[in-house]
T-cell receptor, first 114, second 115 residues
Framework: KAGVTQTPRYLIKTRGQQVTLSCSPI?????VSWYQQTPGQGLQFLFE???????NKGNFPGRFSGRQFSNSRSEMNVSTLELGDSALYLC?????????????FGPGTRLLVL | AQSVTQPDIHITVSEGASLELRCNYS??????LFWYVQSPGQGLQLLLK??????LVQGIKGFEAEFKRSQSSFNLRKPSVHWSDAAEYFC?????????????FGTGTLLAVQP
């Protein structure tokens, strides 16, 4: 079974721009979660989607948004980029049928904001 | 509030030596507990998990962890470290109750292995 895939792997943007990151979960998985990893704040939960609905949300500004499609693929969008948004963005998938199931992570998208 | 503490930011061990990475959590009940490993430039790989039952859990790559409720700890151990184990290790907790997969991570422990 193919693992979680994320595209693109690397991205360079400038302040004020917006960016969209994509995540394809493991086949059969319906839950997709997003995390931000930075040296200063560590790994922080952004949001989780299940069956095209946001099921949980972390403490991030509204500039961070996401969505999930009927095939369970998910995208996250960051608008009006700030320098502090430079981070590794990780996506994780699970079956979504229970609480705190095992999540499998993708390789991440490294975003650099200049 | 839930939290995870990994007291050791950086640990260096010699190849072949034993390893123990510490993890303490704060949670109102017994949480779900996980250990993940991250190699440079990579995502997170699951090493092992504790949901319930036997408090000593076995994982991949020869790792094990023991859940100690009285100490709110979930320390990761390996009897003999290999050079390929050099990486960053993250302990995480997941909530019980409610349909959510949100994980709270510790700050990580960076493991260096000396030849």
């Amino acid at each position: 079974k193919a693992g979680v895939t994320q595209t693109p792997r690397y991205l360079i943007k400038t302040r004020g721009q917006q960016v969209t990151l994509s995540c394809s979960p493991i086949s059969g998985h319906r839950s997709v979660s997003w995390y931000q990893q930075t040296p200063g704040q560590g790994l922080q939960f952004l949001f989780e989607y299940f069956s095209e609905t946001q099921r949980n949300k972390g403490n991030f500004p509204g500039r961070f948004s996401g969505r999930q499609f009927s095939n369970s693929r998910s995208e996250m969008n960051v608008s009006t980029l700030e320098l502090g948004d430079s981070a590794l963005y990780l996506c994780a998938s699970s079956t979504g049928t229970g609480e705190s199931e095992t999540q499998y992570f993708g390789p991440g998208t490294r975003l650099l904001v200049l | 509030a839930q939290s995870v503490t990994q007291p050791d930011i950086h640990i260096t061990v010699s190849e072949g030596a034993s390893l123990e990475l510490r993890c303490n959590y704060s949670y109102g009940a017994t949480p779900y507990l996980f250990w993940y490993v991250q190699s440079p430039g990579q995502g997170l790989q699951l090493l092992l998990k504790y949901f319930s039952g036997d408090t000593l859990v076995q994982g991949i790559k020869g790792f094990e962890a023991e859940f100690k409720r009285s100490q709110s700890s979930f320390n990761l151990r390996k009897p003999s470290v290999h050079w390929s184990d050099a990486a960053e290790y993250f302990c995480a907790v997941g909530a019980r109750g409610g349909a959510t997969n949100k994980l709270i991570f510790g700050t990580g422990t960076l493991l260096a292995v000396q030849p």
